[in-house]
């Protein structure tokens, strides 16, 4: 992880402060202070969620259990054995190298390049994009109070720890003890990407948009041959993504049919109407 809580907490403080000052000014001073107060905004919700992994993830005494349970459905689903796949993996320990360091590397900073091109090059889209990445990450917060651990973590699945076998493990050897190991499910990283995928197609107009969905594929390899997650984190994370990016959608059609009240424009019509001019007779 690039920043603790109280870290992301800290900046996000000291860019909010930032932004008051620069509030007064006018000019290109002026112009900064949007992108101030988002990065605050950002590196708040960055730091709530990792706070939130630590009081969720407490109590993991049925970690094992959990993600044993996971690993029985998914073979009663006929879903891909893990163990087998990473064993073919092996044979291009490059390969798995290169995946360790995708898995640990390309997370959070992908998800940042991707909000940062939508505050410049697509303010219009910027908003809702946030705001999914928002509900998203506290709707899995939420599924994450249930400790999982991941298979890497559990020897009866036969997953090997691959990054912590060639040196490139981003994770404490403490292993059950450590609450940023139970987290399993659902899988942040699937979820992240497959935004950032959506993202990306829905705001781009370039031809080129289209290899961004190479970074939720390669997301999914990564986060199973390293052993870091089960194939059903993946899929529920992808599940809770389409969920949250229907629920915009209703809840935008909802706006524009009226069913919503839009209190927002109401507050903006009053305060205009009680700054007209009264008529003179």
Not at 32 to 54: D, F, K, S
Not at 188 to 197: D, K, M, R
Not at 216 to 227: D, E, K, L, Q, S
Not at 244 to 272: D, E, F, K, M
């Amino acid at each position: 992880m690039l920043l603790g809580w109280q870290q992301a907490l800290g900046l996000a403080l000291l860019f909010a402060g930032v932004a008051v000052l620069l509030s007064p000014g006018g000019g290109r001073v002026a112009a900064t202070v949007p992108w101030v107060r988002e990065t605050a905004v950002v590196l708040a919700l960055y730091g709530l969620w990792q706070e939130g992994l630590i009081l969720f993830t407490d109590h993991v005494r049925a970690a094992v259990a959990h993600g044993m349970w996971v690993w029985r459905v998914e073979r009663s689903l006929r879903l891909p054995n893990e163990a087998s796949l990473q064993r073919e993996a092996f044979h291009w320990t490059g390969l798995v190298r290169a995946l360790d360091d995708y898995y640990a590397i390309v997370h959070v900073p992908a998800a940042i390049v991707c909000l940062l091109w939508l505050f410049w090059r697509h303010r219009d889209r910027y908003r809702p994009a946030r705001n999914a990445f928002t509900w998203f990450t506290i709707a899995a917060l939420a599924l994450q109070a249930v400790p999982v651990a991941p298979p890497r973590l559990l020897p009866a699945t036969g997953v090997i720890d691959a990054a912590r076998l060639l040196g490139q493990s981003v994770y404490a050897p403490s292993g059950l003890h450590d609450y940023t190991q139970l987290t399993a499910m659902p899988s942040v990283h699937v979820g992240w990407s497959v935004l950032i995928a959506m993202v990306v197609v829905a705001a781009s107009t370039s031809p080129w948009r289209w290899l961004i969905l190479a970074h939720p594929v390669i997301t999914i390899a990564a986060v199973v041959v390293t052993g870091n997650h089960f194939w059903l984190d993946g899929i529920v994370a992808a599940a809770m993504v389409a969920a949250v990016a229907a629920g915009q959608h209703a809840g935008g059609r909802l706006v524009r049919v009226g069913l919503v009240p839009q209190i927002g424009r109401r507050v903006t019509a009053a305060s205009a109407q009680s700054r007209s001019p009264a008529p003179t007779s």
